[in-house]
């Protein structure tokens, strides 16, 4: 089996049972004018890390290796949205108001898409999740399940919400997790870091960590 090197050991993982998952890598989240800036945030630290994610996306591509791409999104009658959620934030803006990129967080929203340079390509999954965690009211599973994936690599944003939330999902459904440290950002630098420390702990409690470029040499 290959082998990555990462923390807090080598992550080995069968050919043909890993996918990448790449979290809300969405303009909503990235780029200034969308919620996370709405919520008085400092994007120009996710802005950064899109070239890194891209390259990870490539390695995956040139591997030719299964990719899910999320979008946390709702509906634009927010049906899929509890009042607890749009209630939260006391930001200038809430989910459902319109924003400089469309409504906030809604599915269709020019501020929903993907950051161009990491739009996905024909044959690549995306999922519209309306939680943080990528396997809660989404078809994830099911898909995850009919590929006979067993490994996943994360990247993506924030580190400590959604990208945490989704890996914990899946480390409880069974499935081996690594996450692309340099890949994945938060606005909050001190709760990047202990999130990753979190990951690691006790043996990897849920999961490896590991920088891109390693994870890019192992998968050619
Ligand atoms: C947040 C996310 N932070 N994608 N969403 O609300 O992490």
């Given amino acids: 089996m290959p082998t990555i090197a ?33 919520l008085g945030n400092d994007v120009s630290l996710l802005t950064a890390i899109v070239p890194t994610v891209r390259r990870l996306l ?27 959620k749009i209630a939260r934030g006391r930001g200038k803006l809430s989910i459902g108001d319109k924003g400089p ?26 999922i519209v999740k309306p939680g943080k965690g990528a396997f809660y009211a989404t078809r994830l599973g ?26 914990r999902e899946a480390n409880d459904r069974g499935y081996e997790c690594l996450l692309a440290e340099d890949a994945t950002e938060s606005y909050f630098p001190e709760f990047k870091a202990a999130t990753l420390a979190m990951i690691r702990a006790q043996g990897g409690i849920v999961g490896w960590t590991a920088p891109t470029d390693t994870i890019v040499r192992a998968l050619r």
Avoid: W
Avoid at 67 to 81: A, K, Q, S, W, Y
Avoid at 103 to 122: F, K, S
Avoid at 143 to 150: A, D, H, K, N, R
């Fill in 58 to 84: 490539d390695g995956f591509r040139a591997a030719r290796l299964p990719i899910i791409h999320t979008r946390e999104g709702h509906r634009p009658d927010l049906t899929d949205c509890p009042p607890s």
């Fill in 142 to 167: 099911h898909i995850l399940e009919t590929q006979g994936i067993s490994h996943l690599v994360f990247a993506g944003v924030t580190t400590e919400v959604c990208v945490q939330t989704t890996m």
């Fill in 101 to 126: 990129m469309g409504r906030i967080l809604i599915d269709g929203e020019p501020g929903n898409d993907l950051v161009p340079d990491l739009a996905a390509l024909p044959g690549e999954t995306v």
């Fill in 6 to 38: 990462a923390q807090p050991y080598e992550y080995s993982f069968p050919t043909g049972k890993l996918a990448l998952i790449v979290i809300d890598m969405q303009r909503d989240f990235v780029e200034e004018g969308g919620f996370g800036s709405a």
